[in-house]
């Protein structure tokens, strides 16, 4: 299957500070990126689905402002969590499809720990 | 909205063992994932079920779907201790994938 790499796998930070997540892939053209959250013993909780070159679409009840998500380009999709607090420690899992090809299957990152401090 | 229903939560087997987890889904859909999740790790794709009636074996794993009764099924053989994980289920909705909430299965010797 594709690859999408996703960087870093584990970040701390100190309460206040900005935080930014890479989602690249590697051997295909991401058109969409998906962004997820998954916290200890719990489900994967879509955040929110960007499409190369234009705004993201944010799942009801996240914070757009707070969680700031870019894809330039289809290849790369950032997720910046600024002004992180303790409560935005989570596991972070993106995903990446080719979706005008018609269906494809989502490839997903290998996920980023984000401990606040 | 589109809504995944797993059952069981959680799952403790004995080796040897045989059982089945099981997807709801509340709208139509005929695309189904199973996932794997060990501790800390990201998911791994198991099985794609992409219309009515399909199956698909790996292993001692064996999936379907029905997308009429919107249900589809993991069963799994003999279980091993090498089993054990989270898994989940994923179904294609509009414009995204929804997921179940997991079934942690542990396997006991």
């Known amino acids: 299957g594709a690859v999408v790499s996703q960087h870093p796998s584990r970040v701390i930070c100190k309460s206040g500070t900005s935080v930014k997540i890479e989602c690249r892939s590697l051997?295909?053209?991401?058109?969409?990126m998906f962004w997820y959250r998954q916290f200890p013993k719990q489900s994967l909780m879509l955040m929110a689905t960007s499409n190369e070159g234009s705004k993201a679409t944010y799942e009801q009840g996240v914070e757009k402002d707070k969680f700031l998500i870019n894809h330039a380009s289809l290849t790369l999709s950032t997720l910046t969590v600024t002004s992180a607090h303790p409560e935005d420690s989570s596991f972070y899992i993106c995903?990446?499809?080719?979706?005008?090809?018609?269906?494809?299957?989502?490839?997903f990152g290998q996920g980023t720990r984000l401990t606040v401090v | 909205e589109l809504k995944v229903e797993q059952n069981p939560l959680f799952l403790s087997m004995q080796e040897g063992k045989n059982y089945t987890i099981y997807c709801n889904y509340s709208?139509?859909?005929?695309?189904l994932y199973w996932y794997r999740q060990d501790p800390g790790k990201s998911l791994e794709s198991l099985f794609v079920l992409l219309s009515n009636g399909a199956v698909k074996q790996e292993g001692r794993l064996m999936a379907s779907l029905d997308t009429k009764a919107r249900l589809s099924t993991l069963h799994i053989t003999a279980a091993v201790h090498d089993l054990s994980a989270t898994y989940f289920c994923a179904v294609e909705g509009a414009r995204d994938m929804r997921f179940g909430a997991g079934t942690r299965l542990t396997v006991k010797p």
């Open positions: 709208t139509t859909s005929d695309r």
């Open positions: 995903s990446a499809r080719d979706l005008p090809q018609g269906y494809t299957e989502a490839f």
């Open positions: 051997d295909f053209q991401a058109t969409t």
